[in-house]
């Protein structure tokens, strides 16, 4: 079966930085996605990997291994807005995106 | 980047009663859309795919009777929950694709069955 795994809830402080990991197996690979969801809101795009290595734009930046099968979104600079949820997505072989469950975030003064 | 409309954004109704949430792409033609439904503190759920001009395609679970899809345009498709009744009260998303790679995300509509 398909598979993606991240943690259900993590908390840091504000100003230091925080790592999301997410793990995943899934029928074929077509590229990793994150996205930020608010409380109430829709998903937000953060950042597409479809190569192995590290992609930065600005604050955030993503890793992917498609080897170890395993990415991660990595957080700096934290401010309090970025106190939500954020969804680890793979795009499977038939270009379907599989959720994970997501990592809410907590972030404190 | 692209722009998806979602109409109502929240809708209170009675159980037993019908209801159609519009998905619309803005600035772009979109021959697949997909809709998703979320409930509180869980992931998206892909419900069905729904394809420009054919038959929505459904996942396992999802009663096509019940949640009605239609999609006759590139830039419209709707859902409709037919028969509601509390346990569909949820958070309903669409999402357009553009590129194999890509789609957008309407706002959702936040639907509550009295």
């Known amino acids: 079966g398909q598979n993606i795994d991240q943690p259900t809830e993590m908390t840091a402080t504000e100003g230091a930085i925080v790592q999301i990991n997410c793990t995943y197996q899934?029928?074929?690979?077509?590229?990793l996605f994150w996205y930020q969801q608010h409380a109430g809101e829709a998903p937000t795009f953060l950042s597409y990997?479809?190569l192995d290595g590290l992609e930065e734009k600005g604050r955030f930046s993503s890793f992917l291994s498609r080897s170890k099968g395993y990415s991660y979104l990595l957080l700096k600079e934290l401010q309090m807005k970025d106190s939500a949820s954020y969804l680890c997505?793979?795009?499977?072989?038939?270009?379907?995106?599989?959720w994970g469950a997501g990592t809410k975030l907590i972030i404190k003064p | 980047g692209a722009v998806v409309s979602q109409h109502p954004s929240r809708v209170i109704c009675k159980s037993g009663t019908s209801v159609k949430i519009e998905c619309r792409s803005l600035?772009?033609?979109?021959?697949?859309m997909f809709w998703y439904r979320q409930f509180p503190k869980q992931s998206l759920m892909l419900m069905a795919t729904?394809?420009?001009?054919?038959?929505?395609?459904?996942e396992q679970g999802v009663e096509k009777d019940k949640f009605l899809i239609n999609h006759a345009s590139l830039t419209l498709s709707t859902l409709t929950v037919t028969s509601a009744h509390p346990e569909d009260s949820s958070f309903y998303i669409c999402?357009?694709?553009?590129?194999?790679?890509?789609?957008?995300f309407g706002p959702g509509t936040r639907l509550l069955v009295l």
């Open positions: 729904s394809n420009e001009g054919s038959k929505a395609t459904y």
């Open positions: 600035d772009f033609q979109a021959t697949t």
């Open positions: 990997n479809v």
């Open positions: 997505a793979v795009l499977d072989s038939n270009y379907q995106l599989i």
């Open positions: 999402s357009a694709r553009i590129t194999e790679e890509t789609q957008y």
């Open positions: 899934t029928s074929g690979f077509n590229g």
